[in-house]
T-cell receptor, first 115, second 114 residues
Framework: GAVVSQHPSRVICKSGTSVKIECRSL??????MFWYRQFPKKSLMLMAT?????????EQGVEKDKFLINHASLTLSTLTVTSAHPEDSSFYIC???????????FGQGTRLTVV | AQSVTQLDSQVPVFEEAPVELRCNYS??????LFWYVQYPNQGLQLLLK??????LVESINGFEAEFNKSQTSFHLRKPSVHISDTAEYFC????????????FGSGTRLSIRP
């Protein structure tokens, strides 16, 4: 299957700083990428959907100015958590789908801890 | 809009016993259906999917799921589980169309007892 690489796998940052998470499709062109947040023992909450070259579409309740998503190329999308606070600590997962694809492929996830 | 219901948050079973993880969905349009597996601190891996054709789909590690349109279900089964099957399992749907988002159920934690 297709490979999606997410980096970093773990990050610890200080409150008030910003953190960038990268999501790369290694062997296919990801026309659509999805960013999810997963709370402990909970399901995945879709944060936003991004199509290459377009602005991301955010789900209701997700602050677009806090969670900046960029999808500038067909192989890379980034999620930047700006001015992070402890409540932003979570497991963030990206997934990618190519044009006409029926399934999405997932990255390994990023464990963000804000101290 | 679509929704996915996984009624069982946890399913404990003994090793080599059969298991069924239930999944029901709601949608006003046709959907593709998926089961994903998540091991601790990892992303999701596709286990199997139903797109069209035969309603019974199988994975390479012995899981199978059957699409039942009348009952809007896509239950996951395995006749004999192994310790290595311990994980979180998510049922998901996506409306047919490549730009559509994937909607996940709340997940079922499968724990295997020796």
């Amino acid at each position: 299957g297709a490979v999606v690489s997410q980096h970093p796998s773990r990050v610890i940052c200080k409150s008030g700083t910003s953190v960038k998470i990268e999501c790369r499709s290694l062997d296919f062109q990801a026309t659509t990428m999805f960013w999810y947040r997963q709370f402990p023992k909970k399901s995945l909450m879709l944060m936003a959907t991004s199509n290459e070259g377009s602005k991301a579409t955010y789900e209701q309740g997700v602050e677009k100015d806090k969670f900046l998503i960029n999808h500038a190329s067909l192989t890379l999308s980034t999620l930047t958590v700006t001015s992070a606070h402890p409540e932003d600590s979570s497991f963030y997962i990206c997934s990618a789908r190519n044009r006409g694809g029926t399934e999405a492929f997932f990255g390994q996830g990023t464990r963000l801890t804000v101290v | 809009a679509q929704s996915v219901t996984q009624l069982d948050s946890q399913v404990p079973v003994f090793e080599e016993a059969p298991v069924e993880l239930r999944c029901n969905y709601s949608s006003s349009v046709s959907v593709y259906l998926f089961w994903y597996v998540q091991y601790p601190n990892q992303g999701l891996q596709l286990l199997l999917k139903y797109l069209s054709g035969s309603t019974l789909v199988e994975s390479i590690n012995g899981f199978e799921a059957e699409f039942n349109k009348s009952q809007t279900s896509f239950h996951l089964r395995k006749p004999s589980v192994h310790i290595s099957d311990t994980a979180e399992y998510f049922c998901a749907v996506t409306p047919i169309g490549s730009a559509s988002k994937i909607i996940f159920g709340s997940g079922t934690r499968l724990s295997i007892r020796p």
